[in-house]
């Protein structure tokens, strides 16, 4: 890669990375689902106006915003407003990788290497350090949440995969149209219309600020980026950057939110990259081409 391209997927690490900072700060005062509806009315609008709809099919569109967006974002801002703290919520959610695997094995039938079998299992260990270091530190149910996200996530990445739809930024602004109506509607039966109206009544400044960042930067800023290197790049030379995007959630938790991440959560979590990096990252052949990997999508 050159580099102004490595420079610019740096950026977008650093845009995912902060981004579970951001949403966490921007919960304060704000029912978790009307957050959510909040981001992707921005991500959505105006920009469907000027974006052209994907080549998709629409029940394709629809699937991957329900599960890649709806589903995934839904749950993680659940667990944010539940108690997990945003830096170990950046480290879980990668286990998407992880049921990536496992999912395209069993609905696409793609057979998986034993490099990616190896992975997995090493992850799974990593991932079991990083729980049981949270024992009695924090309730289990938003860890449950967290990884429901995750394998919203994934099945959203292995709907993606069987359609063959390439991750443009039409597909991040199109399928955002899914999230807007269902959240708020859920916002309005669980947390009642007064105090969902008294909410959009009363928005901090922290909280506008948040919904920007993470519609704009994030979604829209971040895609764009992400998704043109993707065109321009092998996945196996751009889905690596991934890897740094809890490092950042971490650093970006410890830095705002004064999170200091324990011994067993640095070490469980460098055992899941490690694992994650196995399963994501393949060995190049002969003559310098790379290998197909499983291509997963990546959020913040």
Known sequence: MTLRHTLLALLVVVLWGANFAVIDEGLEGV???????????????????F?????????????????????????????LHLGMPSGLASLLLQVQVIFTVLIAAVALKERPRRRQIVGVVIGTTGLGVVISGQAGAIAWLPVVVILAAALSWAIGNVVTR??????????????????????????????????????????????????LYTAVAASLVGYGIWNSLMAIYPASRVAPF?????????????????EVPTVLELGGGAVMLAGIAAAVLAPRRRGGEPSPVVRPETSG
């Not at 052209?52 to 915003?65: D, E, F, N, S, Y």
């Not at 947390?191 to 600020?209: H, K, M, R, T, Y």
């Open 162 to 211: 069987y359609a063959r739809v390439s991750s443009g930024l039409s597909i991040v602004v199109w399928s955002a149209l899914v999230v807007p109506l269902p959240s708020f509607l859920l916002a309005l039966a669980v947390e009642s219309p007064a105090v969902v109206f008294d909410a959009l009544a009363n928005l901090s400044l922290v909280a506008i600020l948040s919904t």
């Open 31 to 49: 029912p978790p689902l009307l957050f959510l509806a909040m981001r992707f009315v921005l991500v959505a609008l105006p920009a469907v106006f």
């Open 51 to 79: 974006v052209k709809p994907p080549t998709a099919p629409v029940r394709v569109v629809v699937l991957i915003g329900a599960f890649m967006s709806l589903g995934q974002f839904s749950l993680l801002y659940v667990a």
């Open 242 to 258: 991934t890897l740094l995007v809890p490092i950042i959630g971490l650093l970006a938790a410890w830095l705002v939110q004064g």
